[in-house]
């Protein structure tokens, strides 16, 4: 195995040395040519000896670019495999040294971006998109998968608004950047700018379960239980494995008095997840509280 960290600096230096001496004898070559004609040697032998030299001046550069073409395709492979190994750490030296080699690859920039997203580097995190971005400005992607680090890793959610509004000025009909953009907005405690990111969403499309699921949640932290509604029974259909949405539409039942219904939407939450606290407990609430009115303030919580 090659040597990490190391080996392209080292094979680098060897294709130099071996280039140095065909360039100083190509020098020497066109030096002796412009002497005056008192040396023995012939034009026509130093011609020979010049052309022999560019030749393999030509050689030797042909045999850089491949070496360099074939150490950056080694160190691409070695990264995909150490990143699936779960080896990050060596992962990111491997993408380092292809980024050496290769430093106007976007693809491997957002993989170096994510690797470093696993290793909770985030601000390294956003350094890489943002040579990403350098490099092309058109990139959506980049910005929203930049604006997830900022919001969700560092906490910095005005600065995460800016590079997912970014990503929808380059293309407003991405139903996912819609939906970051409410959580975003969420977490900036700007309920209503969320609710009609959520709308927007499910509008381009209907498909979208947590969009439907987190605008059904918010609108109950809001008091709004009938609006809710909907939102969380569309969540739950498109996705009867989401066991927080049968669990905030449970919640929702029992404010509004549908106590049978909303014992069996946390029986269904609980079966999904029995190590729940939470589901468990408010399964247990309801029984304990059957035949009684029910609780008037139920605490939805809000983004996380």
């Known amino acids: 195995m090659m040597p990490r960290r190391s080996s392209s600096r080292a094979v680098f230096a060897l294709i130099l040395i071996l280039i140095w001496p065909a360039l100083y004898w190509n020098c020497y070559c066109s030096y002796l040519s412009y002497r005056p004609q008192t040396l023995s040697t012939s034009s026509n032998t ?12 030509a050689i030797l550069l042909t045999a850089v670019s491949a070496a360099a073409g074939q150490d950056a395709n ?13 080896s990050y750490s060596l992962a ?6 292809y980024l050496d080699l290769n430093s106007s690859d976007t693809w491997a920039w957002s ?8 290793m909770k580097r985030y601000s390294e995190a956003v350094d890489s998109f943002d040579e990403l971005i350098k490099l092309d400005p058109s990139d959506a992607q980049a910005y929203n998968d930049r604006a997830l680090i900022l ?16 990503a929808l000025r380059i293309n407003p009909r991405n139903a ?24 927007q969403a499910t509008a381009l499309n209907p498909s979208l379960n947590m969009a439907w699921y987190r605008k ?5 932290s809001q008091g709004s239980l009938n ?10 259909k498109l996705n009867p494995r989401n066991a927080n949405a049968w669990n905030v539409k449970g919640l929702v039942l029992q404010q509004l008095g549908s106590l049978e219904d909303a014992k069996s939407c946390f029986e269904k939450a609980l079966a999904l997840e029995p190590n729940s606290s939470e589901f468990q407990s408010n399964l247990n609430g309801l029984q304990a509280n059957a035949g009684g009115e029910p609780e008037k303030t139920i605490e939805f919580e809000k983004a996380q």
């Not at 130093?46 to 001046?57: D, F, P, Q």
């Not at 993989?111 to 696993?118: G, H, S």
């Not at 059904?216 to 109950?220: E, M, N, P, Q, T």
């Open 46 to 57: 130093l011609e020979c000896m010049k052309s022999i030299s560019l030749l393999l001046l």
């Open 74 to 86: 080694y160190w691409l492979t070695q990264t995909q495999s150490d990143y699936n190994n779960g």
């Open 92 to 97: 990111l030296q491997d993408i380092d040294e």
């Open 111 to 118: 993989f170096k971006a994510n690797i470093l997203k696993n």
């Open 151 to 166: 919001s969700g890793g560092m906490r910095q959610h005005e600065e995460a608004l800016e590079s997912i509004e970014s």
């Open 176 to 199: 996912n950047y819609h939906f970051n953009k409410g959580m975003i907005l969420e977490e900036m405690q700007m309920d209503d700018e969320a609710l009609q990111a959520y709308d």
């Open 216 to 220: 059904g949640r918010l609108l109950a």
């Open 227 to 236: 609006e809710s509604l909907p939102s969380l029974e569309k969540a739950t």
